[in-house]
């Protein structure tokens, strides 16, 4: 019997009711794992979709990232990582980050994405440069590396941007831990940040002019299953809280730019890396330019997104859930 492990235990983003009472029988399997039915993390309920889609011919099992083993990943024949690097380095540090990444490097199961690819992501800063030379517009950014920190070229950047506020955000960071905005800074700040940053345990950062239009209208986040756009929504941050509003909200013409780019982007890491199962690909705007505003660019990519079930109705995890399937077979 072939078995895939499903890599999970974030914590996040529990399902609504409405979803625990329309998948309730499926979903009782977490109790075995410990789960309470009143908070059902969405990888959990990735995870309790893919072990009903299998059936009893496919063996499903949790691996959980706060205690992964070797052993138990070599059990797997495929494994599905919801539960990414970040969150090894959010619970236990760059310690615990580099056993993760070992242990998925050397199980005998092909892990999607890849450790490769997980890599490439987590590490902004070659995922940003491989947009930059495959012709994708990215925010002019100053990647920074804080064991052999240029304090001039950081210099020289701040005053090439002209702007007053710039923003700082850890590779490994994520949800905007370690993310600071400063306001005409200094040598002085700059260095003592970078130096407390180092002693968290980062090793990379971006530095990125503060662009205040980035939150004014909204980012934009267009979701992918293999390949193909299932759902995108728009983030903006009031008061500290993130607020969402659905597909509707976007402007048609910007949406369908977007989109565009997100195909033929993932076409390229197709090419160049591998197909990935699912992702994330967010958008922002404008680059010196308020209107009309068409000039997004790409913030981020997520290869293993949160993805919050009411945003597709539990769609998604259905779609995401035969995916994983399929890749048992090829
Ligand atoms: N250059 C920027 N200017 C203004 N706001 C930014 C900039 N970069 C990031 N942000 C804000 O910070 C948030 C987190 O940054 P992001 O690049 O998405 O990293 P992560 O999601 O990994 O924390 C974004 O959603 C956006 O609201
Ligand atoms: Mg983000």
New binding site residues.
């Given amino acids: 019997m072939k078995t895939v492990g499903v890599l999970i235990g974030t914590e996040d983003e529990p399902v609504s009711l409405k979803y625990y009472r329309d998948n309730k029988d499926s979903l009782m399997i977490l109790k075995e794992y410990g789960y309470s039915m009143k908070y059902i993390p969405y990888d959990a309920a990735i995870f309790a979709e893919i072990k009903k889609q299998a059936g009893k011919k496919i063996d499903v099992i949790p691996l959980f990232g706060d205690d992964l083993n070797l052993e138990e990943c070599n059990l797997c024949d495929i494994i599905f990582c919801i539960y990414e690097s970040?969150y090894s380095f959010m619970d236990g540090g760059y310690e615990n980050y580099e056993r993760y990444m070992k242990i998925l490097k050397q199980t005998s199961a092909t892990v999607y994405p890849s450790p490769r690819m997980q890599d490439f992501i987590v590490q902004?800063h070659k995922y940003m440069k491989y947009l930059s030379k495959n012709n994708y517009t990215i925010?002019p950014t100053s990647y920074i590396n804080l064991d052999n920190i240029n304090i001039d070229r950081i210099g020289s950047f701040i005053r090439n941007m002209k702007g007053e506020?710039f923003?700082i955000?850890p590779e490994l960071?994520?949800?905007?831990?370690?993310?600071k905005?400063f306001t005409r800074p200094t040598r002085e700040t700059i260095q003592s940040y970078l130096q407390k940053m180092k002693q968290k345990g980062f090793q990379h950062l971006?530095l990125?002019?503060?662009?205040?239009e980035?939150?004014k209208f909204g980012?934009i986040k267009t979701y992918w299953i293999n390949n193909k756009n299932i759902y995108s929504y728009k983030?903006?941050?009031i008061k500290g809280e993130g607020t969402f509003s659905d597909e509707t909200t976007i402007d048609p013409d910007v949406l369908s730019e977007c989109l565009e780019i997100g195909k033929s982007l993932l076409k390229d890491i197709e090419r160049d890396h591998e197909k990935l199962i699912h992702c994330r690909i967010?958008f922002?705007c404008c680059l010196n330019n308020e209107k009309p505003c068409r000039d997004f660019f790409i913030?981020?990519i997520?290869i293993c997104p949160t993805i919050g079930e009411e945003e597709s109705g539990g769609e998604a995890y259905k779609l995401l859930a035969k995916q994983v399937l399929s890749r048992l077979q090829n």
Avoid at 173 to 179: E, H, Q, R, T
Avoid at 208 to 212: A, K, L, S
């Fill in positions: 970040v902004k925010t506020k923003a955000k960071g994520s949800f905007k831990k370690g993310f905005i971006l990125q002019e503060f662009i205040e980035f939150n980012e983030q903006q941050w967010d922002a913030n981020e997520e």
